[in-house]
C-alpha cells in the first residue's frame, strides 16, 4: 500500500503535493520516484560554481526548483529559488555561501526520499553500478572527515540493488569500510574511480 504522510519527511509538505496530484499516491509516488533517480546527477553538476558557470547554475536551479516544488519538497525548493535568482543578477558571493546549505539539504531528503520508496515499493531499485555523482559524494564527505554526509551518501548507494558484480561487489566493500568510518581507505579507493 503506498501511503504518505504529512511530517513523516524533513521539508516535504506531502498534504499540498498530494492536492496538486488530486491524492493520487501511485502517480506521486512515480514522481518522487523520478525525482530520486534524476536529481543527484544535476547536484553532481552545481557541487562546484564558478562566476564563469554561474548562467549554467541558474538554469540547472530553474529546474531543481520546478521539481522540487512539484513533489511538495518547499525547503529544497525554495532554497534553489533563492539561487536561482541570485545566480540571474550575477551574486556569485550568495550562490557561493548558499551552494553547501542546497547540496546538504537535497542529499539529506534524497536519502530520506530513497529509503521510504524502498520500504513502499518493497523492493530496490535497480542500477548498472553505482552512479558516479552519488561516489563523488561519498569522495567529498570522506575527505572532509563528514561522517553525516558519508551517511547520506551511503544510505543512497545501498538504496538502489546493483546488476553489475563490480558494483556488488564495491558497495558491499563500501558498507563495511563505512561502519568502520575507514575514511581513508574509502578515498583512495574512489579516488582511482574519479573523472580525471
Given at each position: 500500500?503506498?501511503?504518505?504522510?504529512?511530517?513523516?519527511?524533513?521539508?516535504?509538505?506531502v498534504t499540498q503535493a498530494l492536492a496538486r496530484f488530486s491524492g493520487d499516491?501511485?502517480?506521486?509516488?512515480?514522481?518522487?520516484?523520478?525525482?530520486?533517480?534524476?536529481?543527484?546527477?544535476?547536484?553532481?553538476?552545481?557541487?562546484?560554481?564558478?562566476?564563469?558557470t554561474l548562467g549554467d547554475y541558474g538554469i540547472a536551479m530553474h529546474g531543481l526548483k520546478g521539481s522540487s516544488?512539484?513533489?511538495?519538497?518547499?525547503?529544497?525548493?525554495?532554497?534553489?529559488?533563492?539561487?536561482?535568482?541570485?545566480?540571474?543578477?550575477?551574486?556569485?558571493?550568495?550562490?557561493?555561501t548558499n551552494n553547501p546549505l542546497l547540496l546538504e539539504t537535497a542529499e539529506k531528503l534524497l536519502a530520506a526520499l530513497s529509503a521510504?520508496?524502498?520500504?513502499?515499493m518493497g523492493r530496490k531499485v535497480h542500477r548498472d553500478k553505482p552512479a558516479p555523482e552519488i561516489l563523488e559524494a561519498l569522495y567529498q564527505a570522506c575527505?572532509?572527515?563528514?561522517?553525516?554526509?558519508?551517511?547520506?551518501?551511503?544510505?543512497?548507494?545501498?538504496?538502489?540493488?546493483?546488476?553489475?558484480?563490480?558494483g556488488t561487489e564495491l558497495v558491499a566493500w563500501l558498507e563495511e569500510k563505512a561502519r568502520r568510518l575507514d575514511f581513508k581507505q574509502i578515498a583512495e579507493r574512489l579516488m582511482k574511480n574519479r573523472p580525471v
Amino acid at each position: 500500500m503506498l501511503t504518505w504522510a504529512e511530517g513523516e519527511i524533513d521539508g516535504l509538505e506531502v498534504t499540498q503535493a498530494l492536492a496538486r496530484f488530486s491524492g493520487d499516491t501511485e502517480s506521486y509516488s512515480e514522481v518522487v520516484e523520478s525525482y530520486v533517480r534524476h536529481t543527484p546527477a544535476l547536484l553532481a553538476k552545481v557541487r562546484s560554481v564558478t562566476p564563469e558557470t554561474l548562467g549554467d547554475y541558474g538554469i540547472a536551479m530553474h529546474g531543481l526548483k520546478g521539481s522540487s516544488h512539484t513533489l511538495g519538497a518547499e525547503s529544497v525548493g525554495n532554497l534553489a529559488e533563492a539561487l536561482e535568482r541570485a545566480a540571474t543578477a550575477g551574486d556569485f558571493i550568495f550562490v557561493q555561501t548558499n551552494n553547501p546549505l542546497l547540496l546538504e539539504t537535497a542529499e539529506k531528503l534524497l536519502a530520506a526520499l530513497s529509503a521510504k520508496l524502498n520500504v513502499m515499493m518493497g523492493r530496490k531499485v535497480h542500477r548498472d553500478k553505482p552512479a558516479p555523482e552519488i561516489l563523488e559524494a561519498l569522495y567529498q564527505a570522506c575527505v572532509t572527515f563528514d561522517i553525516d554526509r558519508m551517511d547520506q551518501a551511503m544510505r543512497l548507494l545501498t538504496s538502489y540493488e546493483y546488476t553489475q558484480g563490480e558494483g556488488t561487489e564495491l558497495v558491499a566493500w563500501l558498507e563495511e569500510k563505512a561502519r568502520r568510518l575507514d575514511f581513508k581507505q574509502i578515498a583512495e579507493r574512489l579516488m582511482k574511480n574519479r573523472p580525471v
